[in-house]
């Protein structure tokens, strides 16, 4: 049996999550969210704890068991509690600021760059280099801060560009002057 897949999840106080056929609905706080559940699995709802249960021990089903939970308890996560995800921009001149529900980037080209925010994800701007996104649904929010990075990955040499905050550029040494050819 799964590892992850047969632990409980426990319900926090607010949260309500509602079984539908052939999808979940959890609601909290910070939003709502709903998702399939696929077939030859089931969620049972037993007091304050849901549990994740397989149909059979077909390979396919094995895998979806502990995939399914940590999607559902990611859910309930995500509207009790939400998802951040923190972006660092370094270099001279490269800024940002939020205006609405877009993001305004300035990263060294000849224009703006302006990144629409998708529905359930919000901007906070710190010191016009620290961006930190916000949301419900953690899929989202991955994609969001993946998207915002890939307008300008950072280089090896400088470490100009935007990354995660806990990600750890590997730098490069420049070329050396004078040393190779020389006779």
Known sequence: MSRIGRLPISIPDGVKVALEDG?????????????EVLQGIQIKLEGNQLRVVRDGEERNLKAL????????????????????????????????????????LTLGFSHPVVFPLPPGVTAAVERQII?????????????????????????????KGIKYREEVIQRKAGKAVGAAGSA
């Open 23 to 35: 999808a979940i609905r959890v609601e909290g706080p910070k939003g709502k969210l709903r998702t």
């Open 65 to 104: 068991h502990g995939l399914t939970r940590k999607l559902v308890a990611n859910m309930i996560e995500g509207v009790s509690r939400g998802f951040s995800r923190v972006l660092e921009i370094n270099g001279v001149g490269y800024r940002a600021e939020v205006k609405g529900t877009d993001l305004h």
């Open 131 to 159: 961006v930190t996104l916000q949301g419900a649904d953690r899929e989202i929010l991955g994609k969001t801060a993946a998207m915002i990075r890939g307008l300008k990955p950072p280089e090896p040499y400088k470490g």
